[in-house]
């Protein structure tokens, strides 16, 4: 079955440290992969997607975020958080039929 | 250029009561989506327009929860009569397919309480 995978309800990180919230997939076929950031009480806005082209997708808001075929992940990184990155961030997929898999959302706090 | 709207924002009613949430999409999207998020989750599909058809409506509770997209336009997603665990928050996305894929641009939700 194709799915998604986000690995940590929460995480906590200091202002100014390394941000790794994590994805995996399953899939039988090459996915589109996209994280979304949603903020309180707002929709979800896109922070970047990944759709086969370089395995390297850089993002908005300094976020990036690496597709590693081999290990079925697309985690997302940040060098160095600020404390505008709290809020809730979506791992999708889409397994090219224009629908989108949402993983259950990761909580980011950052501590000042 | 102009988002997805949505209104009302927030919307308290009653169980068994009906509700109703409009939503306008992107101008020239011809596929638009309607999401239930329940707290704590990520957004679960409900119902995929693409015009003014139906793709997808497999996860929408036909019992109870209803949606129109007459002029392939604006949408109305309708829930009647409405139970506690209807409680969420309802987005509503639109899209366009363009080279290298497509991407879903979300309305700021619909929060529903139910009491």
């Known amino acids: 079955a194709q799915s998604v995978t986000q690995l940590g309800s929460h995480v906590s990180v200091s202002e100014g440290a390394l941000v790794l919230l994590r994805c995996n997939y399953s899939?039988?076929?090459?996915?589109?992969l996209f994280w979304y950031v949603q903020y309180p009480n707002q929709g979800l806005q896109l922070l970047l997607k990944?759709?086969?082209?370089?395995?390297l997708v850089k993002g908005i808001n300094g976020f990036e975020a690496e597709f590693k075929k081999s290990e079925t992940s697309f985690h997302l990184t940040k060098p160095s958080a600020h404390m505008s990155d709290a809020a809730e961030y979506f791992c999708?997929?889409?397994?090219?039929?224009?629908?989108?898999?949402f993983g259950t959302g990761t909580r980011l706090t950052i501590i000042p | 250029e102009a988002g997805v709207a949505q209104s009302p924002r927030y919307k308290i009613i009653e169980k068994r009561q009906s509700v109703a949430f409009w939503c306008n999409p992107i101008?020239?999207?011809?596929?638009l989506y309607w999401y239930q998020q329940i707290l704590g989750q990520g957004p679960k599909l409900l119902i995929q327009?693409?015009?003014?058809?139906?793709?997808?409506d497999s996860q929408l509770p036909k019992d109870r929860f209803s949606a129109e997209r007459l002029k392939g336009v604006d949408s109305t997603l309708k829930i009647q009569p409405a139970k506690l665990e209807d409680s969420a928050v309802y987005l509503c996305?639109?899209?366009?397919?363009?080279?290298?894929?497509?991407?879903?641009?979300f309305g700021p939700g619909t929060r529903l309480t139910v009491t």
């Open positions: 899939s039988s076929v090459p996915p589109y």
């Open positions: 999708a997929v889409n397994f090219g039929n224009e629908k989108l898999t």
């Open positions: 996305a639109s899209s366009f397919v363009r080279q290298g894929g497509y991407e879903q641009y």
């Open positions: 327009f693409q015009n003014n058809g139906v793709v997808d």
């Open positions: 990944y759709t086969s082209a370089a395995t």
């Open positions: 101008s020239g999207h011809a596929t």
